[in-house]
């Protein structure tokens, strides 16, 4: 019996005089050369945030975070065109949005988005330097190679905005030769050996938050996207520069068109008899107590007007249009403010294309491909990580900062991961993951 109970007891001595071994990987570059790194992107990659560019927002754009983990393999120094002054900010036409305590337009109190100053004199002070992150907001595919989007505000009248034409104030402010210089030159004179680019977003988005349809900036055609991305790949991989590059989100899935429901029009039985009763000349217009399309204003509709449909868009700006001025009931919602089916589609459809191009140019400069439109795609049912879940919903989900495009400083750290993961298995490289929890999300007063 006494050598049984030894028998017993001896895998327990055993096991409690082990100590735990982690086989922890040890950082490597793999075949990759991390030390002079630069991004080419729009304002996802300037650290664009809440409506606006300023320095907080910048100290956590995703082009940074990778930055720093370069470093642990290799990476070496990574400089931004900051704003200099961390209480100032530039974009949007409004500045930089808060979350805060106030009465909305009906009188409501509640927390909502409430924006500070603009100052325009921070994008029209020149800044110098050789600067890794290269992001300019509002920048599209047919600007990255064209000189006059760096011009001086005063060099030239306007935006020729349909042939990517004319000043970026954003670019002006940090490009080397204003007038001369591009994006795509400034990231070649830097001898990179590695670089980021994720351009495409925004040859679809500045159409799409206008309204789309026509007089507002035009989709680019896939064709043209095609042209100017292998161009500027071809520009940046001459010398043997390795990179990744990323795909387009799918934009009608982000909160500026998802925050409020096509069918947001909730009545009860007075309101809707009211409003059959005020339509009663439009017979293919009606409404029940419960949920109902709002009214567009559609030239191709009877009498100019009809109700949204499902896979249409109310865009966010509408809301106080909606809430105080009785648009989309009692007056026809504008199309600045909607995105119907047919101007979905050419999103939908030009987003595509883009892919496409970007998955095939991916192959054929050998560079590692992100899928973040795959990433988008996941977010929308909810994104788990750490215990958290993630999605795309307005302020609750976390992702997204207050201008319902842009992400918080956890949704970039998201992407960042994105990144590394892209990287790490076309490169054979170990790069460890941002931790996305030591950023901020959605911040409450």
């Known amino acids: 019996m006494k050598y049984l109970k030894l028998l017993i007891l001896a895998p327990f001595v055993l096991l409690l005089g082990c100590e735990p071994e982690f086989d922890i990987p040890t950082p490597a570059s793999g075949d990759a050369d991390f030390s002079t790194y630069v991004a080419i992107g729009n304002s996802l990659t300037a ?18 975070m990778l930055s720093n983990q370069f470093k642990l393999v290799g990476g070496g120094d990574f400089e931004q065109p900051l704003i200099t002054n961390p209480t100032l900010s530039f974009g949007g036409g ?12 009906d009188g409501v109190v509640g927390l909502a988005p409430t924006a500070d100053v603009l100052d325009l004199a921070v994008a029209l002070d020149h800044v110098s330097g050789s600067f890794g992150n290269l992001g300019v907001p509002s920048i599209r595919s047919v600007d990255i190679n064209n000189p006059l989007f760096g011009t001086k505000m005063n060099d030239i009248l306007g935006v020729i905005s349909g042939l990517g034409m004319g000043q970026n104030p954003f670019y002006q402010r940090f490009a080397t030769n204003p007038g001369t210089s591009t994006v795509i030159t400034d990231a070649v004179d830097q ?22 349809g026509a007089g507002v900036t035009p989709i680019t055609d896939p064709t043209n996207f095609r042209t100017e991305v292998s161009g500027a790949l071809n520009d940046l991989t001459t010398d043997g520069a390795k990179g990744a590059i990323a795909t387009v989100p799918n934009i009608t899935a982000i909160p500026y068109f998802t925050t409020i ?18 339509y009663a000349m439009a017979p293919h217009i009606s409404f029940n107590p419960g949920a109902n399309g709002f009214v567009i204003a559609d030239t191709a509709a009877l009498g100019g007007l009809r109700q949204i449909e499902q896979g249409e868009y109310v865009l966010i700006n509408a809301s106080d249009t909606i809430k105080c001025g009785g648009a989309g009931s009692m007056s026809p919602l504008p199309p600045s403010f909607v995105l119907d089916a047919t101007e979905v589609n050419a999103v939908t459809t030009a987003t595509a294309g883009y892919n496409l191009a970007i ?25 788990l990580y750490d215990g958290v879940t993630y999605s795309p919903a307005f302020i609750s989900g976390g992702a997204f900062s207050l201008d319902g495009v842009h992400p918080t400083a956890r949704g970039y750290a998201l992407i960042s991961n ?9 490169y054979n490289s170990n790069i460890p993951t941002v931790q996305v929890h030591q950023y901020d999300g959605i911040v409450f007063p």
């Open 94 to 105: 409004t500045g930089r949005l808060r979350l805060g305590v106030g009465a909305g337009c």
């Open 418 to 426: 994105e990144f590394i993961e892209a990287i790490n298995g076309k």
């Open 47 to 64: 650290g664009y945030t809440n409506g606006a560019l300023y320095q907080e927002g910048q100290l956590n754009s995703y082009p940074l």
């Open 359 to 383: 998955t095939e140019l991916a192959a054929q400069y050998d560079l590692a491909l992100v899928d973040v439109n795959a990433f988008f795609d996941e977010a929308i049912t909810g994104l």
């Open 191 to 212: 001898n990179p050996t590695f670089f980021t680019f994720w351009i495409g977003a925004n040859d679809v988005l500045l159409n799409a938050t206008a309204g789309g």
């Open 261 to 278: 429901p096509w069918n947001g029009l909730v009545l009860d039985q007075a309101n809707s008899d009211a409003l059959n009763a005020a």
